[in-house]
């Protein structure tokens, strides 16, 4: 201490106090910027060219956030085509959630006493914490959608092949890792859409073969979704799961440093011959500062988007009702990213394009020959499969050339498995595929106009309607109301066109409300500021039974569910 306390007194004495002191941060400033001093940092910010030997290489080679970025990029992969950027917005979206879940994380305990009201608390009393929880929700959204479309850009230019195979690899392990954060963090709420969501999730786990139940038990910690399954998906959503995708974030980008951003498939003619890591001197464009401000400037309007987003028309993350495992909503579904995974398990037969009765027989044989079920061998094994399959497209695929036209099998292909996965995530939602019906699941028609107009989770017509335009009462449904409210008329007439609907179209299962079905609704005003409202349909049952179906709620003056009072 003494020697370096020495060694400054005599650098003052030598140059004087205001040039030490220049000197001394000019020294701190290179050190921080890993070899950049300060007048190399303002000829970058001026657009200034380089100096020989360039200084600006040196924080890719001493620097610990720079080492794995190219210190040059070729200029036909700096502008949207051919990357779109997309890798690089993954890797944003993906620091992005782990910011906005270190922020949510102070705030949450991963217990079933405590974690619905942790995220009530989160939501109303905690400064910003609803901003920060619907960023979180929105964020994880936004990475699923940019990193599948990275995977898709990467295939459609066939940026998989060699030697890059095991950078696709990296990336599809990447994709899951992304999906599984998402879905990991769906129990989290506490709420019956992501208990239910999980639990069905979960017992998929219990039909693999061999090792179902002992890894559902693994997946639950218990027989049923409780402290122990929480407390596990809490740990995979914020351990091991980010963990696994850093070290691979990590790996990947040392690849695509190591054999550079793949051209465009046009500028490789030669099949089999990769000419992204010979950059012509006069085709170079330095990471200092060309890419980097282009790459903040990337982020800036991407975190924009985001807030105005929250703020704006995104409507909020969900929180439904306090989980309880003793009432199961309709219309449970998986998260749309899952829907496709859903949709394979709605499939009847083994094989679903024969006859019905020889579909049928072949079901029966594979249940007693090899005990496969439809849903075990689609949801089970078809599903991983798929995702399997993308892991080994660069191994079996023999095709060197990287041209379009070239590639029109693969990319044929690609365009298959993309629709199949379209149609199937359409068979995964209760309403399943326009047109052709597939996946439909839903109750009688009746219970459908109360699922419609007051659903067992979210808001709906009924609940959005401000409590000031009830009247009190039992109202007739019917196209001409009169109960003297203008905007309660107009629900009234939407469920009168709802049910009449229902009777003149079939559902998909072939099931219509019986023509004379009629219904009310009825208003009751249970305390000063709070009523009761239902609606009650009577109709005859597919047995031929008079019945009357009734779907309730409770709304308060003060509810908020329209947005006002």
């Known amino acids: 201490m003494a020697f370096v306390g020495q060694k400054l007194i ?24 890993a070899g950049l001093s300060w007048n190399d940092v303002r000829g970058i910010l001026r657009g200034d060219p380089p100096p020989k030997p360039n200084p600006r290489v040196k924080p890719h080679t001493e620097g610990f956030w720079f080492h794995i970025r190219p210190s040059f990029y070729h200029e036909a992969v700096t502008t949207l085509y051919p990357t779109f950027r997309l890798g690089f917005l993954s890797a944003v979206f993906f620091m992005f959630e782990i910011i906005t879940g270190i922020f949510l994380m102070i705030f949450y305990t991963p217990s ?13 009393n905690v400064p910003f914490g609803k901003f920060m929880r619907d960023l979180h929700r929105l964020g994880a959204e936004a990475m699923v959608i940019v990193v599948t479309l990275h995977m898709v850009r990467t295939f459609v230019t066939a940026s998989y092949k060699k030697p890059r195979q095991f950078t696709w690899f990296t990336g599809v392990v990447l994709l899951v890792v992304t999906l599984f954060l998402s879905f990991s963090g769906y129990l989290l709420p506490w709420d019956q859409l992501a208990f239910w969501a999980v639990t069905i999730g979960t017992s998929m786990a219990d039909a693999v073969p061999l090792i179902g139940p002992e890894l559902n038990l693994l997946l639950r910690g218990a027989p049923d979704i409780g402290a122990g399954g929480l407390l596990r998906f809490y740990l995979l959503h914020v351990v091991l799961l980010p963990i696994i995708g850093i070290i691979f974030v990590a790996v990947h980008y040392y690849k695509v440093v190591r054999f550079g951003i793949s051209l465009p498939p046009e500028m490789d003619p030669v099949a089999g011959e990769d000419n992204a890591r010979k950059v012509p001197p006069e085709k170079r464009v330095p990471f200092l500062p060309d890419i980097l401000t282009n790459e903040l400037m990337y982020m800036a309007v991407a975190f924009a988007v985001m807030a105005v987003s929250v703020v704006t028309w995104y409507q909020g993350a969900p929180l439904e009702h306090h989980a309880d495992p003793m009432v199961t909503p309709n219309h449970t579904v998986a998260p749309w990213y899952f829907y496709w995974l859903q949709g394979l398990l709605k499939i009847p037969h083994m094989i679903p394009l024969l006859p019905t009765p020889i579909a049928v027989e072949v079901d029966r044989f594979f249940a007693n020959v090899l005990g496969l079920t439809p849903k075990v061998f689609w949801g089970v094994i078809v599903g991983p499969l798929m995702i399997g399959l993308l892991f080994v497209i660069p191994y079996i695929d023999p095709n060197p050339s990287r041209l379009y036209s070239k590639r029109k099998i693969m990319l044929s292909l690609g365009a298959l498995f993309a629709a199949a996965i379209v149609y199937l995530s359409l068979a995964g939602i209760p309403t399943g595929v326009p047109v052709t019906g597939f996946g ?21 017509p009924v609940r959005r309607l401000a409590y000031k335009h009830y009247v009190v009462g039992e109202h007739k449904v019917s196209a001409e109301p009169n109960t003297g409210s ?55 049952d597919a047995s031929g039974r008079n019945t009357r179906f009734v779907k309730e709620t409770y709304l308060h003056e003060l509810s908020g569910y329209a947005g006002g009072h």
Request: without cysteine.
């Open 10 to 33: 005599k650098q003052i004495q030598t140059t004087g106090l205001k040039a030490t002191i220049a000197q001394r941060l000019d020294d701190g400033f290179t050190r921080f910027t």
């Open 486 to 540: 203008s905007e309660f008329d107009k629900l009234i007439r939407a469920i009168h066109a709802s049910m009449e609907r229902r009777k003149a179209n079939p559902d998909p299962l072939g099931q219509k409300l019986s023509p004379e079905a009629s219904a009310v609704v009825e208003v009751k005003q249970v305390q000063d500021n709070l009523r009761y409202v239902a609606i009650k349909i009577d109709y005859t």
């Open 112 to 124: 079933p006493t405590y974690a619905y009201q942790n995220m009530i608390d989160i939501m109303t």
């Open 440 to 460: 439909y699941v839903g109750g009688d028609p009746a219970s459908e106009v109360g699922q419609e107009f007051i659903p067992d989770e979210g808001v709906g």
